[in-house]
């Protein structure tokens, strides 16, 4: 089983998951800001699980500096995403998975100040650049990240996803 964080608004019953999380969309000079660890073969968004009693303003802001130690403000909620999908392998393998994350356009700093990495309960977790025209060369989660960075639309997109 996954490890849950005590405080995250994240429940698990009959072999499904939900989880409300926040994720961060850092670009800087035409790369965005995305994580990886040593498990997966993946990049995947900054951010993480909303606490209980927290906003998801404050979330995605603890979120972002304790994963890159950089402090950015938000610009503007971008995308609400609903997320469903099954997992055959990682932390997830077998459960169902509903997660709402809300994710937040950062404002940018004018230069790429995070080529961080930090532990986390999956190991080593690292922070990279890469060029928004070059995501399709790589697995990136959320899968809508590269078609919203092209676009960079000024309302607020809803997007839902059904991987199973």
Do not use: Q
């Amino acid at each position: 089983m996954p490890v849950l964080d005590k405080n995250d608004c994240c429940f698990e019953r009959d072999g499904r998951r939900f989880r409300y999380r926040v994720g961060a969309i850092i670009v800087e000079d035409e790369h965005v800001l995305l994580a990886r660890n040593d498990i997966g073969d993946y990049y995947y968004s900054v951010g993480g699980g909303v606490h209980l009693g927290e906003t998801a303003e404050d979330a995605v802001r603890r979120e972002v500096r304790e994963e890159t130690g950089v402090d950015y403000e938000i610009e503007r909620l971008a995308v609400v995403h609903e997320n469903f999908f099954d997992n055959d392998s990682g932390l997830l393998r077998g459960l169902v998975c509903h997660e709402l994350a809300l994710f937040y356009l950062m404002k940018p700093r004018g230069r790429r100040d995070c080529d961080a990495y930090n532990f986390t309960e999956v190991g080593k977790e690292y922070m990279e650049w890469l060029p928004i025209d070059r995501l399709s060369e790589h697995k990136v989660f959320p899968s809508f990240l590269g078609e919203y960075l092209a676009e960079m639309p000024e309302e607020i997109k809803h997007i839902v996803e059904r991987d199973y």
